[in-house]
């Protein structure tokens, strides 16, 4: 964990191999001592995050951007600062370690058209995945949203946008959600569609043909969430963590299993995490990294691990304690250098809106990261020497908790060791090694206890949380029918007015009517006599 000694081979211009040794920070050639080191392989820093001297203009702070990595270059679009949504391309470039921005144009759909002048759409809550050497970008949220999600796809080497044509049913607009690659597709699920709206859809895009399904699955699906993280393993099952919805944040573990279509609540082992929403994970070998996010009172400042071939969850802690970072809607991504595993961070929100990269530096191998497990006198390093991908049929399967269990279960190879620093003459002597024994024993024996303390007042608290999120949910439903309630309440007053107002003109009508009647009546009588006048007066003034 605390080692800061690599060994690198090094062409010189005569392209003959050196080997160099990296100590504190600085490359030392047994032969030439000239030669430094470049890039990301100048942070020496293992097991622990640093932030990453760059040069160049720095981009603005955001969060809620995408990045990916392609050929040596961080790419990050997109994001949202001030509630404004931004649109532009920022590159860092691992090698020089300099930011840069791009003037992306969007290709016209018109084949004699050239390239268009016009930028994409500012947008948040996206998603950025490497395809070969270009990016794909899909969903997001944006000022004019539109009624299904596009495929945006960018190519690095021309600077220029493109939309991919797909076909089948496209998934509804959305923001938040989490898009994985899983094979040669991409899985979309959940996130915030249209009017604030959670989702729980399952949407898989074949890259091959562009054409999307939406599957039916069994088992109890996560429920409506976004801002969640979602990870690939063995390239057939699909993890979704944490997230949140319009009142609370989620700590659980789902499991999809692509070709059962399956979903599952896999049994989990290690530390207990923090509900989360809006953090960030990347994988590297069989453990899934995570960093960020909150949950409605605070950021949460740990950087989690998940081995994900026997479900432990854990904390990656640095000897020297820095901290990682905690920033809500921060990007993560993974970048291999000569065979050694970087995670780079950049942005995101902790009450002021960030714009730095930091660096995570991973020195042990991906297959045998040490799960740190801290204790008041003793730093216990487990190991696990499993490589097989998960067997369906232990996918579920019921194990034993805390340190205990793991002890026990020696098929999985499982080892402690314990970490001294020691002299050869100290380690040969029986009577040390003997009260070592006894101590690490008695230490064991109270780890034990202690967890299935916590084991017992988790599950105690997680019932209380299911508890309060089931009482949240019926609040609200409760809350929506008293509203729909009132609602219909007023309709049928208001139909009820409505009828009585009709009854009233249809009255109205009716003695209209009748007097229009009774007027017509008069006015034919009236029209007689007026008739017959006339000639009376004519007869008498001839006859008098």
Same mark, same amino acid.
């Given at each position: 964990?605390?080692?800061?000694?690599?060994?690198?081979?090094?062409? %010189?211009? !005569?392209?003959?191999?050196? #080997?160099?040794?990296?100590?504190?920070?600085?490359?030392?050639?047994?032969?030439?001592?000239?030669?430094?080191?470049?890039?990301?392989?100048?942070?020496?820093?293992?097991?622990?995050?640093?932030?990453?001297?760059?040069?160049?203009?720095?981009?603005?702070?955001?969060?809620?951007?995408?990045?990916?990595?392609?050929?040596?270059?961080?790419?990050?679009?997109?994001?949202?600062?001030?509630?404004?949504?931004? /649109?532009?391309?920022?590159?860092?470039?691992?090698?020089?370690?300099?930011?840069?921005?791009?003037?992306?144009?969007?290709?016209?759909?018109?084949?004699?058209?050239?390239?268009?002048?016009? %930028?994409?759409?500012?947008?948040?809550?996206?998603?950025? #995945?490497?395809?070969?050497?270009?990016?794909?970008?899909?969903?997001?949220?944006?000022?004019?949203?539109?009624?299904?999600?596009?495929?945006?796809?960018?190519?690095?080497?021309?600077?220029?946008?493109?939309?991919?044509?797909?076909?089948?049913?496209?998934?509804? !607009?959305?923001?938040?959600?989490?898009?994985? +690659?899983? /094979?040669?597709?991409?899985?979309?699920? /959940?996130?915030? /569609?249209?009017?604030?709206?959670?989702?729980?859809?399952?949407?898989?895009?074949? +890259?091959?043909?562009?054409?999307?399904?939406?599957?039916?699955?069994?088992?109890?699906?996560?429920?409506?969430?976004?801002?969640?993280?979602?990870?690939?393993?063995?390239?057939?099952?699909? +993890?979704?963590?944490? &997230?949140?919805?319009?009142?609370?944040?989620?700590?659980?573990?789902?499991?999809?299993?692509?070709?059962?279509?399956?979903?599952?609540?896999?049994?989990?082992?290690?530390?207990?995490?923090?509900?989360?929403?809006?953090?960030?994970?990347?994988?590297?070998?069989?453990?899934?990294?995570?960093?960020?996010?909150?949950?409605?009172?605070?950021?949460?400042?740990?950087?989690?691990?998940?081995?994900?071939?026997?479900?432990?969850?854990?904390?990656?802690? &640095?000897?020297?304690?820095?901290? $990682? $970072?905690? %920033?809500?809607?921060?990007?993560?991504?993974?970048?291999?250098?000569?065979?050694?595993?970087?995670?780079?961070?950049?942005?995101?929100?902790?009450?002021?809106?960030?714009?730095?990269?930091?660096?995570?530096?991973?020195? !042990?191998?991906?297959?045998?990261?040490?799960?740190?497990?801290?204790?008041?006198?003793?730093?216990?390093?487990?190991?696990?020497?499993?490589?097989?991908?998960?067997?369906?049929?232990?996918?579920?399967?019921?194990?034993?908790?805390?340190?205990?269990?793991?002890?026990?279960?020696?098929?999985?190879?499982?080892?402690?060791?314990?970490?001294?620093?020691?002299?050869?003459k100290t380690i040969k002597r029986a009577d040390t090694s003997k009260t070592l024994l006894q101590a690490v024993k008695g230490e064991k024996s109270h780890i034990e206890e202690k967890l299935n303390q916590e084991e017992l007042q988790s599950s105690r608290l997680k019932q209380e949380l299911a508890n309060v999120e089931t009482k949240n949910e019926l609040d609200l439903v409760r809350n929506q029918l008293s509203a729909e309630e009132a609602r219909a309440s007023q309709l049928e007053n208001e139909i009820s007015d409505l009828q009585q107002r009709l009854q009233k003109m249809e009255t109205l009508e009716k003695e209209s009517e009748s007097l229009r009647l009774e007027k017509d009546a008069?006015?034919?009588?009236?029209?007689?006599?007026?008739?017959?006048?006339?000639?009376?007066?004519?007869?008498?003034?001839?006859?008098?």
């Amino acid at each position: 964990m605390a080692s800061a000694k690599v060994l690198h081979p090094v062409k %010189s211009a !005569s392209e003959e191999s050196k #080997v160099v040794v990296v100590e504190n920070g600085k490359m030392v050639d047994v032969q030439d001592k000239e030669i430094t080191m470049e890039g990301l392989c100048s942070i020496s820093s293992y097991d622990q995050w640093a932030r990453i001297p760059v040069s160049g203009p720095l981009p603005k702070p955001r969060y809620k951007h995408a990045a990916a990595v392609v050929q040596e270059k961080m790419y990050v679009f997109g994001g949202n600062h001030n509630g404004r949504y931004l /649109g532009d391309m920022q590159v860092l470039d691992f090698k020089s370690l300099s930011w840069s921005k791009l003037e992306a144009k969007i290709q016209s759909e018109e084949p004699s058209d050239l390239t268009g002048t016009a %930028s994409l759409p500012p947008c948040a809550g996206h998603a950025l #995945v490497p395809w070969g050497n270009k990016i794909l970008c899909l969903a997001g949220h944006t000022r004019e949203p539109t009624e299904s999600l596009s495929v945006k796809e960018f190519d690095p080497q021309i600077c220029t946008w493109s939309t991919l044509r797909t076909y089948g049913r496209s998934p509804s !607009s959305r923001g938040g959600q989490s898009v994985t +690659l899983v /094979g040669g597709t991409l899985v979309v699920f /959940g996130g915030e /569609g249209d009017g604030r709206s959670l989702l729980n859809d399952l949407h898989v895009l074949d +890259l091959e043909t562009m054409t999307w399904d939406e599957f039916e699955t069994t088992g109890t699906p996560p429920s409506p969430r976004s801002e969640h993280a979602a990870a690939c393993y063995a390239d057939r099952y699909l +993890l979704i963590f944490g &997230g949140g919805s319009h009142s609370t944040c989620f700590s659980d573990l789902h499991l999809l299993d692509m070709q059962t279509m399956e979903w599952s609540r896999p049994e989990h082992q290690g530390i207990t995490p923090e509900p989360r929403a809006g953090h960030a994970g990347v994988t590297v070998g069989e453990n899934w990294f995570i960093t960020g996010g909150g949950n409605n009172k605070k950021g949460v400042p740990e950087t989690l691990v998940l081995n994900m071939s026997t479900f432990v969850w854990s904390v990656v802690t &640095g000897l020297e304690g820095r901290a $990682p $970072p905690t %920033s809500e809607g921060s990007s993560l991504v993974l970048h291999k250098v000569n065979g050694e595993d970087f995670l780079v961070s950049f942005g995101g929100y902790s009450g002021r809106y960030s714009n730095e990269a930091c660096l995570f530096h991973q020195f !042990s191998s991906p297959d045998a990261y040490p799960c740190i497990l801290l204790n008041s006198s003793l730093i216990y390093s487990l190991k696990s020497s499993r490589k097989s991908g998960v067997p369906s049929g232990q996918l579920n399967e019921p194990e034993t908790n805390g340190l205990a269990s793991v002890a026990e279960n020696s098929s999985r190879g499982v080892i402690f060791e314990i970490e001294e620093l020691q002299d050869e003459k100290t380690i040969k002597r029986a009577d040390t090694s003997k009260t070592l024994l006894q101590a690490v024993k008695g230490e064991k024996s109270h780890i034990e206890e202690k967890l299935n303390q916590e084991e017992l007042q988790s599950s105690r608290l997680k019932q209380e949380l299911a508890n309060v999120e089931t009482k949240n949910e019926l609040d609200l439903v409760r809350n929506q029918l008293s509203a729909e309630e009132a609602r219909a309440s007023q309709l049928e007053n208001e139909i009820s007015d409505l009828q009585q107002r009709l009854q009233k003109m249809e009255t109205l009508e009716k003695e209209s009517e009748s007097l229009r009647l009774e007027k017509d009546a008069e006015s034919d009588d009236s029209s007689s006599g007026s008739n017959q006048r006339p000639a009376d007066k004519g007869f008498w003034r001839w006859n008098g």
